[in-house]
């Protein structure tokens, strides 16, 4: 089977061994695959986790058809069409555990499908199970207009948010975010947008921040939350390391929570799962919640899928079709 492997020579389609399903796991006959900024560092050899390095079929999202399933796999089926994350998803084949599936909604395409499963799963347990947002409270997406972001938008709306904020550093991305639910959209590369956070909020700061940047603006964050508020670091895409006002932090008696899937067991992550499920899935079947694919390339063209990215001018998701 043909898959992008980072080898030697860095990222390029490779013949390997088509993988066989054992146990919890069930193979799938790849339709489509959604690109994430984690990807863009492994085809540069960087690792994620337990992911990437010399070796590794690249990706953690897709979208197919069961092939085949292992001995301990429950509530799947050959033939179903479904969506899920996992590493090694950039072939056409790939392995899953079976509490890592979602199904396919009917009428719902492989490319549309292959967008959502870590956006759905991140952005749920971010901002439900961990920053406990609740109907009624306000909340500021930092890093909006990204694929995970467009969606954590839409999800604290559907949860009865009663402000939801955007930020993208990008006007023509900026002024879009609204569609997605944000009732106000900032510009968090300045240095002003802690003031209309502020004056939106009647001077409080919201109750939680969902954070994709950090680095460069963590301290405004803390600025922008009120008293007993939350943030949940996602992202770092604007910096691993910075400054840190720890008295800003301990006077506003904030809980600062980082989350990432790296070091989840895969029972948390099958919970997880479970939790999207059982709270949104709804909203998933009606297509209330969905995220804009951007552009769509061939499996051959995944080099210029990723230069579209790294170039960072797409809005939504961008799909690989198998």
Known sequence: MKAYVYGAGGA???????????????LIRVRACGLNRADLGMTKGHAHGAAG????????????????????????????????????????????????????????SFEDAAALPVALTTMHNALIAVGKLRAGQSVLIQGASSGVGLMALQIARLKGAK???????????????????ADLAIDSSGSGWVDQVLAATGGAGVDLIIDQISGSVANQNLAATRVLGRIVNVGRLGGAHADFNFDLHAARRIDYVGVTFRTRSIEEIREIFRQVRGDIWPAVETRKLKLPVDRVFAFAEIDKAFAHMEANRHFGKIVVTL
């Open 12 to 26: 390029a389609i490779t013949d390997i061994d088509k993988p066989a399903p054992r146990g919890p796991q069930v």
């Open 53 to 108: 390095g010399g070796g590794a079929v690249l990706g953690m999202e897709w979208a197919g058809e069961i092939e085949a399933v292992g001995d301990e796999a429950y509530g799947c089926e050959v033939g179903d069409r479904v969506m899920g994350s996992g590493a090694a998803a950039f072939g056409e084949y790939t392995l899953a555990d079976h509490g890592r599936l979602f199904p396919i909604p009917d009428g719902v």
């Open 163 to 181: 402000l939801v904020i955007g930020s993208s550093t990008d006007n023509s991305r900026r002024d879009r975010l609204r569609e997605f639910g």
